[in-house]
């Protein structure tokens, strides 16, 4: 059994946990990730949790009136961004950059899009982290998986934060989430998730859009080969690591309070990215910092001891990073025309993934 982990998608508790959500926005799925199979693919709807693990509501009180967003998220038909271009010696590579939480209304025009796929030779997905787990081991770790947001011993939030960060978590959770008691005894980590999914939702933002998955599709369609950029992680117990992270204390209080202190401005800058993804404009999508609170979360837990032994977690954005540039020159070597996504910050960024290939003598030009 394989998983197969991509960047923003909601938590399955089913067979379907992966391990790339490690990488971006969505870590309440996080131990999952480390744990089971199934693809989970960027930007789609959450599904629904078990009720053996009941998900916090994402709606407020009747009696609380919606809050009106500084920023008015687009809706309808909308191109997206342009397309990079990398190249070296006649063979050129177009990079597509993605992003979630995209405007809950909005539907990609993927015309352009799908013209380049078609005549390519080759699609590069996004670098994953690919678990293999064996059919009866992934069934017998399920059970396991119950109640795994929870803190250990039973505690629950009011016992594991300070004060002042109790105090603004129950202003804001009152705010975005209104009345639930079982999410008072989720891990930080697992409350600022569920917290700033109810905020998006209530901003009319979603990971509803299915864009790599048209990406694929046109692929399909036009008989152009999918190929993976990523690397192989092999777990060789993971009940134990499931056990391991139920009874281990994981320093994720900064997740949270992080999350707190910023959600309102965290919210609005997830507008302006989304409008500008949506709308195409090249230099706004640059202005934008894609960093954030995701990073002291995601720290939280690759500085776990219940990682310690997987080195194929804890080294994920190195290994990532690697694999992909490994993969992208091959593909620039062999075909004349390479399509590639990637997250728009490994796109953007300074010291991202285009800006290593640049560093190697190839030429990178931004779209306009």
């Not at 629904?48 to 509501?57: C, K, L, R, T």
């Not at 017998?140 to 016992?159: Q, S, W, Y």
């Not at 299915?210 to 117990?237: C, F, H, M, P, Q």
């Amino acid at each position: 059994m394989r998983s197969r982990v991509r960047s923003d998608a909601p938590c399955l508790y089913d067979a379907v946990m992966t391990m790339h959500y490690l990488m971006t926005r969505r870590l309440a799925c996080l131990l999952g990730p480390v744990l089971l199979s199934g693809p989970v693919l960027a930007q789609i709807a959450p599904p629904a949790v078990p009720d053996s693990e009941p998900a916090a509501a994402a709606t407020m009180p009747a009696s609380t009136p919606d809050p009106v967003p500084a920023t008015v998220v687009v809706e309808g038909r909308r191109p997206g961004p342009g397309v990079w271009k990398v190249s070296r010696g006649g063979h050129v590579m177009w990079v597509f950059g993605t992003y979630s939480p995209l405007p809950r209304k909005l539907e990609w025009d993927a015309a352009r899009i799908e013209r380049l796929v078609a005549r390519s030779q080759e699609v590069l997905r996004p670098p994953v982290a690919k678990a293999h787990i064996g059919f009866f081991d992934g069934l017998t770790a399920l059970p396991d998986l119950i109640g795994i947001k929870k803190n250990p011993d039973g505690a629950v939030l009011r016992d594991v934060l300070p004060p002042d960060v109790h105090a603004h978590w129950t202003a804001l959770k009152a705010k975005y989430i209104g009345a639930d008691e079982g999410i008072e005894h989720y891990r930080p980590v697992f409350a600022a998730e569920e917290l700033l999914l109810a905020g998006m939702k209530r901003n009319g933002l979603s990971f509803g859009g299915d864009v790599l998955g048209k990406i694929e599709d046109a692929a399909r369609k036009n008989k152009v080969t999918l190929s993976d950029s990523g690397y192989d992680v092999k777990l060789d117990d993971p009940r134990r690591m499931v056990r391991d992270f139920k009874k281990s204390q994981v320093d994720d209080v900064a997740c949270l309070a992080s999350t707190l202190d910023t959600l309102d401005v965290d919210l609005e800058t997830m507008r302006v990215r989304a409008n500008a993804w949506a709308n195409g404009n090249i230099a706004e999508i640059r202005g934008v910092d894609y960093g954030g609170r995701q990073d002291s979360c995601l720290d939280a837990v690759l500085d776990s001891s219940f990682v310690k032994d997987v080195a194929g977690i804890r080294q994920m954005r190195e290994r990532l990073r690697a694999s992909w540039l490994k993969a992208a020159e091959k593909s620039l070597a062999t075909n004349a025309s390479t399509f590639a996504v990637l997250e728009m910050r490994d796109v953007v960024d300074a010291k991202g993934y285009l800006a290593a290939l640049k560093a190697k003598g190839y030429a990178v030009e931004s779209p306009h």
